[in-house]
Structure formats: structure tokens, C-alpha cells
């Protein structure tokens, strides 16, 4: 198949922390004028493989533990708050100098609240307002990227807590509208609605909740306000505790004053610390040497299919360490704050998985593509399906397909403009609805009439598997590579077997294939 597209030149590729980036024009470091660059630009040069922008990101992570330890240690709500819109400022201001992006964020903020306090009597305008207006904000700077103020990979701006964002925004405006509207709710929608605008202090404190400002995870705002007044660890006094993972005091909620147990989050923050420092090695040892941009060299043109498909399955799980390196690390910074807790156990131990963005076995491990996208950046799609996949479907209906693609677009637009997101997003969208015909026509056949299943049901799950990772793998390469031309060359490289695997139950259902083999199914 080599020949029908031309492939870029080998001499363009570029690979950094977050993975190949479609080449651009070079310029001066954005960070030339700020204080830190000169330390961010030695150590960048004694680490020898890592640009300064990044240095500076995995130092923000590493502070910011020490700095999360001391949040909940505050000694009144409003101290919180202050804290960290204080250390944001910092992050941003002094570490990253992104004064402009900063005034961004600022803005966009207040507009929102501006918005959703004088326009939360209008039904669903007002959320749609605010949702419409971020995204068309972030599009403009993922526009501004692309095509022209940030012409280097390297170099870290604001488009990424920009992203962020745009999620806790859209939903904060979504809660207001849920705590007047008339319309029946989901116990979601219930559980997190605002029944008042909340003062301009909080919702800032809100917006800048470091531990999450640069790479998420994105929080809903009950569950922020929950974490600064401490009545996220209100607990009863019949409930089972462990003592030893607890440290009770004793503060006002309500104006009553009430015995609480913070948990001891330290070991967990560590695990949490040291699963992102792991999977960080990894893909600084192995990401370079198993790029997917390996496989688009003029040296691989006498490699088999087989031999480039069986790579780029290394490609797809090297890839994939730098954003678990990423969200673990962020993670944990949440969990020493105090709010990744989400309550105890049966045995009286605390969870700490509400900051939690990836379930890193359920995603080695899917049997289908909805069930890796479950363990994938798991705030980002809760945010996509609560706020977006439920929301542009109609009162009454159920959602389906086009709310699915819908929802898949906005995915895409939310991620950026290069072409590559929209192919592995689309994709991804018939990837779903292709599992989603396979579940339903031919996995009942594999059950028996108890619901339990026949023996060859076993190997119906481990080739689901198998092909919901190759598949996976595949769609990764156009988020990693980007460029429209350079994604099709690859595809075509490995002969374009994903696309096979997806459209392959489609167009059978299409022609009433389903119809014949699993007539029961089917009605």
C-alpha cells in the first residue's frame, strides 16, 4: 500500500514529553524575561532529554505536594480559598511567567460568573451561553498555538489549564441551572446542583484549586465547597474508623461546632507520587526508541505489515505512560490535599479515589472501546457525558448515536484543532457503536438460557481484548502524530486494519448480516 500517500519527511519529526507534535517553525522561548529560566534552562541541560518548559512542569508537580499537605491545615474556610488562588498565581505568574494567560483565565472566570448570576433565570440558555462561549475561548487559543504565537512544541502556554477550564465552568454553570430549574434531575445532577450563586471568593478559590490548575483533574464545585468548609470528613459517631488512619478535630460547620476525622492521605499521595515517577521513566527510557514515528521511516519499507502492527502495539502502551506519569502525579498532589477523599470502606479505611482520572488495569484490559474510555481520563469523560452526551439529547429520548458523535466532536474540538484529534476521536465514536453491535447481537449467543456463559464465551472475551487494544492502538497513533497526511501514512503503513476492525460489524449490520446469524437478537 506504500505509494498512494506521501509520507512526510523523516528530518520533520519532532518528540518531546507529550509526544510526537506536528513540526512548526522555531522561535525564542516564551519564558526569555522570567526569573526562573536561567535554573529551568540549567537543568534542563544537566538532564540532557528534557526541554526547559518541562523541567518546569514536573517541578510545579513536585512542589505542589508539600504545598497540598498544608490546604486542609488551614486554619478557616476563607484561608483556603486565598491559598490557593495565591499559589495558582504563583504556578502560573512566576514558575510558567504567563501573565497573559493568567488575564485569560481570570477573565473567562468572570464572565461565567458574571453570566450565570444574571442570566440563571433564562432555563438552558444561560449554561449553553457559557458552555459555547469557553469552548469558542479555547478554540481560539488552541487556534492561537497552531497557527501563530507558539510556534514550538516545546513550549508550555495557557491552552492547558485553559481545557481545564472550560470543564469546571461548563459544569458549574450546568449546577446553577439544575438548582432552579423545574426539570426532573438524575441523583448526579441532584447531588451536585447549586441552589444559589456562591460568593465571588469561593467560586475563585474554586477555579484555582492548584492541584489540578495545569493537567486536571477538573472538580466539581460541591465537592470543592464540601473540602473547604471540612464537611467532606464530617463523619458519624457509630461510624467504623480506623484511628490510626485518621486524626480527628474538631471546627465549625454551620456555626456548630462538630468533631470531624481527616484522613491520613501521606501514604497514599506516595503511592500515587511514585506510580507517576515510574510510568515518567518509562517513557523516558523506551518512548523515543518506540515512537510511532519508527514506523514511518524510509528504513521500515521493507518490514512486514505484521511485523509494523506488532510495533505500534508498543508504540500505543509506551505512549500512554506519559499521561499516566502525568495524572498520577497530579493526582496525588490532590489526594495529600484532602480532597480526593470520598468517604470509608466497609473495614473503616478512607478511599481516596475522587480525584482519581485513570484506571490503568481497566484500561489495559477493556473488552471493548466504551470500557476503555471508563478507565481513560475518567473526570474528562464524566464531564463529557454529564454535561454534553446527556445534555443534547432531548427531554424524553434516550441518548444514541448522534449524541454520541456529538460528544466525540466537542472531545475533539476541546483537545485541539490538528486534524489527528478528529480522526481518533470519530474513530473512536464507530469504534463504540461497533461494540456496541457486537454486544448486542452476537454475545447472546454465546450465553445460555441462565445468562451464564457457554464455553466458547472465553474466547469471545479474550478476542475482544485483544482487538479493543489493537484497535486502540491504532486511533492513538493520529493523537500522537497529529498531522492529517502523516496520520494517513501510518494508517496505510499497517494496512489499515483498525478502520477494518470498526466499519468491518457496521457495514455488516448494514446489510442485515446480524439479521441472518442472530435473528433472536435482534428482535
Known amino acids: 500500500?506504500?505509494?498512494?500517500?506521501?509520507?512526510?519527511?523523516?528530518?520533520?519529526?519532532?518528540?518531546?514529553?507529550?509526544?510526537?507534535?506536528?513540526?512548526?517553525?522555531?522561535?525564542?522561548?516564551?519564558?526569555?524575561?522570567?526569573?526562573?529560566?536561567?535554573?529551568?534552562?540549567?537543568?534542563?541541560?544537566?538532564?540532557?532529554?528534557?526541554?526547559?518548559?518541562?523541567?518546569?512542569?514536573?517541578?510545579?508537580?513536585?512542589?505542589?505536594?508539600?504545598?497540598?499537605?498544608?490546604?486542609?491545615?488551614?486554619?478557616?474556610?476563607?484561608?483556603?480559598?486565598?491559598?490557593?488562588?495565591?499559589?495558582?498565581?504563583?504556578?502560573?505568574?512566576?514558575?510558567?511567567?504567563?501573565?497573559g494567560g493568567y488575564l485569560h483565565v481570570l477573565a473567562s472566570s468572570l464572565f461565567n460568573y458574571v453570566a450565570s448570576k444574571y442570566l440563571r433565570h433564562q432555563g438552558r440558555l444561560m449554561p449553553w451561553i457559557i458552555t459555547v462561549v469557553t469552548m469558542i475561548h479555547l478554540v481560539w487559543l488552541h487556534a492561537g498555538r497552531q497557527f501563530f504565537y507558539i510556534t514550538s512544541p516545546e513550549v508550555i502556554e495557557i491552552t492547558g489549564t485553559s481545557m481545564v477550564l472550560v470543564m469546571k465552568l461548563s459544569a458549574y454553570a450546568w449546577n446553577v441551572h439544575d438548582g432552579i430549574t423545574k426539570e426532573e434531575l438524575t441523583p448526579y445532577q441532584e447531588e451536585k446542583k447549586l441552589s444559589e450563586v456562591p460568593p465571588l471568593l469561593e467560586y475563585l478559590g474554586f477555579v484555582f484549586y492548584f492541584p489540578g490548575l495545569m493537567v486536571g483533574p477538573s472538580i466539581e464545585y460541591m465537592d470543592y465547597r464540601k473540602f473547604t468548609d471540612l464537611s467532606m470528613f464530617s463523619a458519624d459517631a457509630d461510624k467504623l474508623v480506623k484511628r490510626r488512619e485518621t486524626e480527628e478535630?474538631?471546627?465549625?460547620?454551620?456555626?456548630?461546632?462538630?468533631?470531624?476525622?481527616?484522613?491520613?492521605?501521606?501514604?497514599t499521595a506516595a503511592k500515587s507520587l511514585l506510580l507517576g515517577v515510574f510510568f515518567f521513566g518509562i517513557f523516558g527510557a523506551l518512548g523515543p526508541k518506540f515512537s510511532y514515528n519508527q514506523v514511518l521511516k524510509s528504513s521500515w519499507d521493507d518490514t512486514s505489515v505484521l511485523y509494523r502492527i506488532l510495533f505500534i502495539q508498543l508504540s500505543g502502551i509506551i505512549s500512554r505512560c506519559q499521561f499516566y506519569g502525568a495524572w498520577c502525579l497530579s493526582e496525588?498532589?490532590?489526594?495529600?490535599?484532602?480532597?480526593?477523599?470520598?468517604?470509608?470502606?466497609?473495614?473503616?479505611?478512607?478511599?481516596?479515589?475522587?480525584?482519581?482520572?485513570?484506571?490503568?488495569?481497566?484500561?489495559?484490559?477493556?473488552?471493548?472501546?466504551?470500557?476503555?474510555?471508563?478507565?481513560?481520563?475518567?473526570?474528562?469523560?464524566?464531564?463529557?457525558?454529564?454535561?454534553?452526551?446527556?445534555?443534547?439529547?432531548?427531554?424524553?429520548?434516550?441518548?444514541?448515536?448522534?449524541?454520541?458523535?456529538?460528544?466525540?466532536?466537542?472531545?475533539?474540538?476541546w483537545h485541539g484543532l490538528f486534524p489527528g484529534y478528529l480522526l481518533a476521536f470519530v474513530g473512536s465514536g464507530f469504534g463504540v457503536f461497533s461494540a456496541q453491535l457486537m454486544r448486542r447481537y452476537v454475545r447472546p449467543l454465546l450465553l445460555n438460557g441462565d445468562g451464564s456463559g457457554k464455553g466458547v464465551k472465553v474466547v469471545y472475551d479474550v478476542m475482544g481484548k485483544i482487538t479493543t487494544l489493537f484497535i486502540v492502538n491504532y486511533l492513538a497513533s493520529s493523537f500522537m502524530l497529529l498531522d492529517f497526511g502523516t496520520c494517513v501514512f501510518l494508517f496505510s503503513r499497517v494496512g489499515l486494519y483498525g478502520h477494518v476492525l470498526i466499519l468491518f460489524p457496521i457495514l455488516f449490520d448494514l446489510a442485515d448480516g446480524f439479521k441472518c446469524v442472530a435473528p433472536s437478537s435482534r428482535n
Open 1 to 99: 500500500m506504500r505509494g498512494w500517500v506521501r509520507p512526510p519527511s523523516e528530518k520533520s519529526k519532532q518528540f518531546t514529553l507529550i509526544g510526537p507534535v506536528s513540526p512548526k517553525k522555531t522561535t525564542h522561548n516564551a519564558h526569555n524575561m522570567q526569573p526562573f529560566t536561567s535554573l529551568f534552562e540549567w537543568l534542563s541541560a544537566c538532564i540532557g532529554f528534557l526541554p526547559p518548559d518541562f523541567v518546569r512542569l514536573l517541578f510545579m508537580f513536585f512542589i505542589s505536594y508539600p504545598l497540598a499537605y498544608f490546604y486542609i491545615k488551614l486554619p478557616t474556610t476563607n484561608s483556603r480559598h486565598w491559598y490557593g488562588i495565591t499559589i495558582s498565581f504563583f504556578f502560573l505568574c512566576c514558575i510558567f511567567d504567563l501573565y
Open 332 to 413: 496525588g498532589s490532590c489526594i495529600l490535599s484532602g480532597l480526593g477523599f470520598n468517604g470509608f470502606n466497609q473495614e473503616g479505611y478512607p478511599i481516596f479515589e475522587r480525584c482519581k482520572n485513570i484506571d490503568i488495569y481497566r484500561i489495559e484490559t477493556a473488552d471493548n472501546m466504551r470500557t476503555f474510555f471508563d478507565g481513560w481520563n475518567k473526570n474528562t469523560n464524566r464531564w463529557l457525558r454529564q454535561y454534553i452526551y446527556l445534555r443534547v439529547t432531548p427531554k424524553g429520548r434516550k441518548p444514541g448515536f448522534i449524541s454520541s458523535q456529538i460528544t466525540f466532536v466537542v472531545s475533539s474540538l
Open 249 to 267: 478535630k474538631r471546627v465549625s460547620v454551620d456555626g456548630k461546632m462538630q468533631r470531624i476525622e481527616i484522613p491520613n492521605s501521606k501514604r
